[in-house]
């Protein structure tokens, strides 16, 4: 597992993880939820503009059905998959493959995302990445988002979301409630 806030790296360490595979000889396969069409619709891409091919999937049983003959699976932006993608990755682990995946740990409300916490309990490993808070410059732990949209998937970049450390997650947090009412 692969996890941290927006902007910490995420998906450049999986495209770097999954690049050493290839470079290893291990036939790879890399997943991505189809919605997430932000760069690319068959490449999982990094903030930094990295690439790698990928396979867009509707829902995480897909995975099942295309990662047959693959040595390592690699996932991206697990938090936007369906809450069986822990059965999934359970599933190609007894199955022999070696799973990798990314994705936030928690949303824009500082709270557990989607599959992911399910992913962290059941991982062998975990990796946590931080970014750099965009106001004090301390290690960021949450995504803060800067406009007014309650729904828990907004698809953004630095235009909607940025990297805050907790204190200024919260601080932000609280003078957005107070001038909301």
């Known amino acids: 597992m692969i996890c941290g806030s927006m902007f910490s790296g995420k998906t450049e360490e999986l495209i770097r993880r999954l690049k050493r595979v290839k470079i290893a000889g291990q036939s790879v396969e890399i997943f ?18 990295r690439t790698i091919l990928s396979r867009p999937v509707k829902d995480s049983a897909e995975i099942l059905t295309v990662a047959e003959n693959i040595e390592v699976v690699g996932i991206d932006e697990a938090q936007f998959f369906d809450m069986e993608l822990r059965n999934v990755c359970e599933e190609l682990a007894l199955r022999g493959h070696r799973v990798i995946v990314a994705g936030l740990d928690m949303d824009f409300r500082g709270r557990p995302f989607g599959p992911m916490p399910d992913l962290l309990a059941v991982a062998e490993y975990v990796t946590k990445l931080h970014a750099i808070c965009n106001h004090c410059g301390n290690l960021a732990t949450h995504t803060y988002r800067k406009t007014a949209d309650a729904e828990t998937v907004v698809l953004g970049e630095t235009d909607i979301y940025e990297a805050r450390c907790r204190y200024c997650y919260s601080l932000g947090n609280i003078l957005e409630l107070r001038t909301r009412k």
Request: proline letters at 6%; zero cysteines.
């Open 32 to 49: 991505k939820p189809f919605q997430d069409t932000r760069y690319s619709v068959n490449e999982v891409v990094s903030h930094d503009a």
